[in-house]
């Protein structure tokens, strides 16, 4: 991708870098007027992109299967219809229908992956020791893993008090919680950081100050 | 008054619950009719998802509308760019929705030049704010709030190749924080919150869960 | 012939997920008889949820907003969807604060299907108060996406000033960027997910935080009902069961007694 | 003393605008004149590259856009590294995308930068990928976790043509290719949880082999799944890149950003080391 030669595209990078530099006034400055273009128009172009998306994939996905004679993809029109019946305060009820189906799948769908992947298989996860060639190391980190893990859940119990000897396993739980949680932040900062030298980058191209990749 | 059967809120409660259980029955049980119900329920599910759009542009334009209408200082012209960088493009890229994608100017520009570049930026925001966040929050208060600054800086250094330049034991203590250290940490709180989906969904759906099975008792 | 036909019609590999889901269940009603029977069990304190009617009377105090974001979440159907329906009913205890104190309410969101479901709370809650007409449809800012909807919030944390910020969702790339913007405008945050990823970051950024299984048991806390907090001793149980399970997988694997595994590989 | 106290306070109390400022100029700084330091290659890095080298022309290979334009600086010099990578082995590949709508310009993005994927119609010479033949793009497909689902039980019932129009089975491509079992691997890039739904919907249900080009908070929680050996690989975002890179033998855009890495976590580590300072010396003061 050189640097665009069409005037259009010229304009382009232009106004993403101004619109950038108007978001990033924000932080580096305050909520200006500024900022609120760039915050409507950027409001408005995702919601054009969104509908068209949408529109398309009604199109392609079901009216398409339905002009096909496929007619069960009806159901999900009927039911994305009633979800637009909320405005209207005679048949808003209506729209309670397809939300509750969601819901009841969302949950369905959860619970099953929770079971299985989040359950059983990170219990398996920590009783799994390591293998025949294992060092004292990895004994350690096996041991660090399976009781940590216990420790935490002793944490988040609900109903006993963290009082008395429960205090002990439930405090220690908390440390090796902050611990993980405290690596999990200080690797958070590399992406977040790439994200951000990613458009100093951008503005620089635009600028011309270092060449379009 | 017919129609006030359709509105109990046992109704609602029959639904979830029979859409939950049968996504569970055909998760565990080889029973093909179910399967089958089961995927055609998430296809349907996806498809009231593009229908959903147009809700959330209703409920919008709804508060924009009122924005013109009572000339909201410092609000209603911004409202009205919404509008036209809405509607503006999707209109213009309708008559091409059949094709396998959108070739007109009026939509791909904004789309090139304006959504993606801004889309990038907003993210890239998270740079300045990690950054003043860990300014603010890893200060060594209390024992706990060491481990969180310790275990954050040596990842950090581990991360960036000049950590190896400081102490080369750098990477090796990265490492095992990251494959070892925070393991217990993210195991257990992936265990612990499963539980509690489970229990929040058969609240949910035995309707113990008044805020949201109360549906339909709030009236029309 | 009987085992035979389990083992055709159960999928392999899933079978100690369905002990581990009837458990779950039997535990519930075991707790909800319990409680029916006299032994209603109490609930360890959530500062999080404490804090809520201090935030909301910190709003009242100050003639001040409340800003009220599930995240970006994703459609109700989705993994993230259970995550929304507890930020739901929690916005439904807010806004029966907020509603008390007529506190202006303003939430910022971006999944659409949730919307039916957020506003029948909403004027559920504005009707408990004795307060319907106060309810405006308009509270609900809908945004295209969530960086869009990360534009939203920061510009009304810095128009509007709100003296509490509740991000309480399936939070995504968004917590720390408004976390910390709402910092800068002096509000009261209270954070809750799920999600692991941002712990950390709500952690770093909010007054208050719900962590993990403490944000689906938040409805229940509030609610203050002994028969909904006695499920809750349900699924303490079930931890002592898995910690039990682990403890003895933990001693009994590495001396080559696959017991425990194999029962979770079934 | 009552001047050096103010000097702490002032350090811990920072108009936090000015530190943002500090970071935004500091971050140009590796981009116009470039510094460059060493790496050293983490394990699953390996991992994945040792996967990869086993795999050949009769192998089919997903490769999943799950990351915005957005997430580029992060996400696409991994992807495009593995991308090359799978070109020199002569794998054959299907690109994709669930998660995000803009990713037909990071689809763009990469053949920019792998000058052999050929787009539809476009002479393919020896040694380039035929489009069609040796690789193919779907598009994006809406729908999360319950897609990706659906296209492990079956990839027909929810694509019916490629990103193009050509209907999929008219695809040569796609001859012997009609779920998860047919797919050799997975790399998914995503800078959500689309590395956990790969896993759920095509690891634990059909097997298939996963492995993640993420971001690197995403890395933390992929390592659960490589430890428990749901996953074959993983790349630690632009770090894990500039190590791909390095193990193929084509520095590229990742080796040039890790200089802005550095620059930034050493900025962040100055500035709780301050902060930190500050409240040591204002509380030991202030406390008496």
Known sequence: MPYPTNPADIIGAWVGAFLTLAIYSYILYKETRVYRLAEYIYVGIAFAVSLTISVQQIWNQIIVRILGGQYIYIIGVILGLMLLTLPFKSIRWISRYPVIFLMGLGFGVTIRGALTANIVGQIRGSITPPGATATMLDWFNFAWICLGTLLIISYFTFTVEHTGWYYYPTKLGRYILLLGLGAYYGNTVQFRMTMLAGRVQYLLQVFKIIPWP | MGMSVLRRPEVFMFISGLVMGLTLFGYFFNVPPVIDTVNWLQTFAVHISYFATWLGFLTAARIHITNIQRKTPGIWYFSIIMFIFALVPFFAALPEITKPSVTTMIYTWPFNWVYTPLGAALYATTGFYIFSAAYRAFRARSFEAAVLLIAGCLVMLGNAPIGELIWSQIPTINEWLQLTGQTPAMRALNITAALGVVYFGLRVVLGAEKRVITLGAGGG | MNQLFVEQILFTGRGSSLVILILLIAFFFIGLQLAKMGRPPKMRRLPALDAIDEAIGRCAEMGKPALFTPGITGGLYTEQGPQMVSSITILGYIAEGCAKYDVPLIIDMAAGDAIPLMDETLRLAYLKQGKPEKYDPKMINYYPGQSPMVTGILGHLQRLRPAAFFMLGGLYYESVVIGEAANMVGSMNIGGTVNTHQLPFIIATCDYVLIGEEFYAASTYLSKDPYQIATIAGEDWIKFILIALSLLGFILEPLGIKVISNFLRW | ?288
């Open chain 4, 1 to 288: 003393m009552g001047e050096s106290q103010s000097i702490w306070v002032k350090l811990g109390a920072v108009d936090k605008r000015i530190l943002y400022w500090i970071l935004f100029i500091s971050l140009a700084i590796p981009y116009i004149r470039p510094i460059g330091l060493p790496v050293s290659i983490a394990e699953t890095s390996y991992a994945l590259y040792n996967f990869i080298e086993k795999l050949g022309p009769n192998d089919v290979v997903v490769m999943a856009i799950e990351f915005g334009v957005s997430a580029w600086s992060e996400c696409l010099p991994g992807f495009v590294a593995v991308s090359k990578h799978l070109v020199m082995r002569g794998v054959k590949i299907i690109y994709w995308c669930v998660g995000y709508t803009d990713c037909d310009l990071t689809m763009e993005a990469v053949m920019a930068r792998i000058p052999q994927l050929k787009g539809p119609g476009q002479p393919a010479g020896p040694g380039d990928y035929k489009y069609g033949v040796d690789w193919v793009y779907m598009g994006y497909i809406a729908g999360g976790e319950t897609t990706v689902a659906q296209l492990a039980d079956d990839i027909r019932q929810v694509l019916r043509a490629d990103k193009y129009g050509t209907p999929i089975d008219q695809i040569p491509l796609f001859q012997n290719v009609r779920n998860a079992k047919d797919i050799k691997i997975v790399i998914d890039s995503t800078t959500g949880d689309y590395g956990d739904y790969y896993v759920r919907q095509w690891r634990i249900r059909y097997g298939t082999a996963v492995a993640e080009i993420g971001i690197a908070m995403n890395y933390s929680t992929f390592m659960a799944y490589y430890q428990a050996g749901l996953a074959v690989g993983a790349l630690k975002g632009i770090r894990g890149a500039a190590e791909y890179e390095k193990l193929i033998g084509q520095l590229g855009e990742a080796t040039t950003s890790l200089d802005a890495l550095n620059v930034s976590h050493l900025l962040v580590i100055i500035a709780i080391i301050m902060a930190n300072l500050s409240y040591v010396m204002t509380r030991r003061r202030g406390g008496g």
